[in-house]
């Protein structure tokens, strides 16, 4: 997955920057600029990295200031200079330059840096982790521990971080974990249970802690094994016995720095929650420019 071949979820924007908008404006609005800032006065400013990163979710740039002039009923900001999504940003790099109602600027800049720091973090983390596996053939991948109700927007900067989603929904994939397996009775009878239910085992993923739990799987007929907390070893020795027979995830507590091993044991893919809940949002800020004479 490359950066231009991420689709920004704009739809599912445009409803997060709404209810953002909602929680930071509270009930009467921005009272501050409102008293400082004479109605009409314009200004300029700089979207700026103050660090290295990798850029992800300019889209909202346009999408935080056009939410905020519609409510205050004013023509919206213009964004020139923009970087796209994926750029490797210097430090102090301009990442665009906004003009407009000073207002609308100030009004929505902490919403539009929230959430432009939280994932330009994420795809840094995730760029930072294909990096360390390249030139095997393993990938990476994202889960499900994400921000409540931010996943479209956590997930689409993975992609920009060269990264794959893993499921976004519970209905994407059938996925027996732990406890599907201790309620079920066992590897065995949870796959038994989903051929019951209609699902086919190969269109189907199954978490595994031990070897025989593997064996079990693969035997089975499951279409993905999850290896949860083995040992590059440990992961070898499974890999081995399942022989191309179905398809390899490796995950817990996996993390940049660490990741090399596993990939090079022959997974197909490492799935990392810290992508998501532990990656952290990068410093970014917009300057005001001076006023011109």
Not at 84 to 102: H, K, N, S
Not at 235 to 255: F, Q
Request: proline share 4%.
């Amino acid at each position: 997955m490359t950066a231009s071949s991420a689709r920004f979820p704009g739809e599912r924007a445009a409803w997060i920057v709404r209810h953002a908008l909602d929680e930071d404006l509270g009930r009467d609005g921005d009272v501050t600029s409102r008293a400082t800032i004479p109605a009409g006065s314009r200004l300029s400013a700089r979207l700026v990295a103050r660090e290295p990163c990798v850029v992800a979710g300019m889209p909202l740039v346009a999408l935080v200031f056009g939410q905020m002039a519609q409510r205050l009923g004013v023509e919206a900001p213009s964004v020139g200079d923009a970087v796209d999504d994926g750029t490797r940003a210097r430090a102090g790099e301009t990442l665009a330059v906004i003009a407009g109602d000073a207002r609308v600027v100030l009004g929505g800049e902490r919403v539009l840096l929230n959430l432009l720091a939280r994932l330009s973090g994420i795809a840094t983390l995730t760029a930072e982790a294909v990096a360390e596996i390249a030139g095997t053939r393993t990938t990476v991948a994202d889960t499900r521990k994400t921000t409540p109700l931010l996943r479209a927007l956590e997930k689409y900067a993975v992609r920009v971080g060269g990264g794959e989603n893993h499921r976004e929904t519970l209905d994407e994939l059938p996925m027996v974990k732990d406890n599907h397996k201790l309620v079920a009775g066992g590897v065995r009878e949870a796959i038994s249970a989903l051929r019951a239910a209609g699902i086919d085992p190969r269109d189907a993923e199954v978490e595994v802690d031990t070897y025989d739990e593997c064996l079990v799987a693969v035997e089975e007929g499951a279409g993905w094994i999850l290896l949860d907390n083995m040992t590059p070893d440990e992961v070898r020795r499974c890999v081995d016995a399942v022989a191309g027979r179905a398809r390899i995830e490796v995950s817990g507590g996996l993390r940049p720095g660490r990741l090399r091993p596993f990939a090079e044991a022959g997974a197909d893919r490492l799935s990392l929650g810290i992508l998501t809940h532990g990656a952290r949002a990068v410093d970014l800020a917009l300057d005001v420019l001076p006023a011109a004479d």
